[in-house]
């Protein structure tokens, strides 16, 4: 199947840096990925939705000022966490949704645990 | 917007015994549902997906049924095994899985030995 690969897996930072996940599809062209935020023992909440080459969706109450989502390519899509705080500690993770073949299946990244000290 | 509501958020049954999990949902423009197994710390898998236009669906142990009018979907795993244990969530989407997912809150599946 087709394969997302999401990095850093793992990352602690000190409050008030910025972080930068990357997330890449390697054997497709992601049309959309899907950013999501996974509190522990708790489901997927979805953050926004990135088109290629477009400005992100964002769900309701996430600010997109904080959370900047970059997909400039068919391959690469960022998430950066800007001036993180401990409230942002959570499990991130990635999905994505390609042409073809892939269309309808969602290949999910990884995940990054991030924690903010 | 979607709500999936799924039920029950733990369940435990012996190994060789059958579980079954139960999802809602609310859209009745959502098609498209797709159940992913979800181990401490990793990704999400899909193990099996239904389209609207199916009622049911199997995979070796594995099983989906959808019943459009009540708005609810199960998930069916016979002779479960150890290596079964995990999250499992289910999820809704509309146009055929072309839009956003929208995920039910989990439930945590433990296999008895």
């Known amino acids: ?117 | 917007g979607e709500n999936v509501e799924q039920h029950p958020s733990t369940l435990s049954v012996q190994e060789g015994d059958s579980a079954v999990i139960k999802c809602t949902y609310s859209d009745s423009a959502s098609n498209y549902f797709p159940w992913y197994k979800q181990e401490l710390g990793k990704r999400p898998q899909l193990i099996i997906d239904i389209r609207s236009n199916v009622g049911e669906k199997k995979d070796q142990r594995i099983a989906v049924t959808l019943n459009k009018t009540a708005k609810h979907f199960s998930l069916h795993i016979t002779e479960t095994q150890p290596e079964d244990s995990a999250v499992y969530f289910c999820a809704a989407s509309s146009n055929f899985g072309n839009e956003k997912l929208t995920f039910g809150t989990g439930t945590r599946l433990t296999i008895i030995p």
Request: aromatic share 10%; net charge positive; proline share 3%.
């Open chain 1, 1 to 117: 199947g087709a394969v997302v690969s999401q990095h850093p897996s793992r990352v602690i930072c000190k409050s008030g840096t910025s972080v930068k996940i990357e997330c890449r599809s390697l054997d497709f062209q992601a049309t959309t990925m899907f950013w999501y935020r996974q509190f522990p023992k708790q489901s997927l909440m979805l953050m926004a939705t990135s088109n290629e080459g477009s400005k992100a969706t964002y769900e309701q109450g996430v600010e997109k000022d904080k959370f900047l989502i970059n997909h400039a390519s068919l391959t690469l899509s960022t998430l950066t966490v800007t001036s993180a705080h401990p409230e942002d500690s959570s499990f991130y993770i990635c999905s994505a949704r390609g042409r073809g073949a892939t269309n309808e299946k969602l290949f999910f990244g990884s995940g990054t645990q991030l924690s903010v000290l």
